[in-house]
């Protein structure tokens, strides 16, 4: 390989994480309660059933909720974030996938088998 090619390659290994960086921004949601939701979950529709701003910033992903609530979720899959929170009584696992066409978020809680889903606004 000559001295051209190491550089250049060079050049896109060093652009290539300011690439990833430019991909910052935020994406807005309305939560759906899946239709056989148990009465406990229900109960914790209105919470759900609002708008949630999912924010990527500096490699950093963060869901931000109704009631000034923030969930910090953590990269698992390229771009696909995950994270854990509890809401009350509810033991929720959130995953934002922004690889799928159209982006989703899903809610889910790990006892009682509740679930609430959205795709992009």
């Known amino acids: 390989m000559t001295i051209a090619k190491y550089l250049a390659l060079a050049a896109f290994a060093v652009a290539l994480p300011a690439a990833v960086l430019a991909q910052d921004g935020e994406v807005k949601f309305w939560l759906n309660a899946a239709p056989n ?11 759900f059933t609002r708008e949630h701003t999912f924010t990527l910033k500096s490699g950093q992903a963060e869901v931000s909720m109704p009631g000034n609530i ?37 809610v889910t809680e790990k006892s009682l088998g509740c679930k609430w889903s959205a795709i992009k606004q």
């Open 37 to 47: 939701n148990i009465q406990g979950c229900i109960a914790a529709d209105p919470q």
């Open 70 to 106: 923030h969930v910090k979720l953590k990269l698992g899959q390229p771009n696909i974030y995950a994270g854990d929170f509890v809401l009350g009584r509810l033991n929720l696992h959130m995953i934002a996938d922004l690889a799928a066409t159209p982006k989703t978020l899903t």
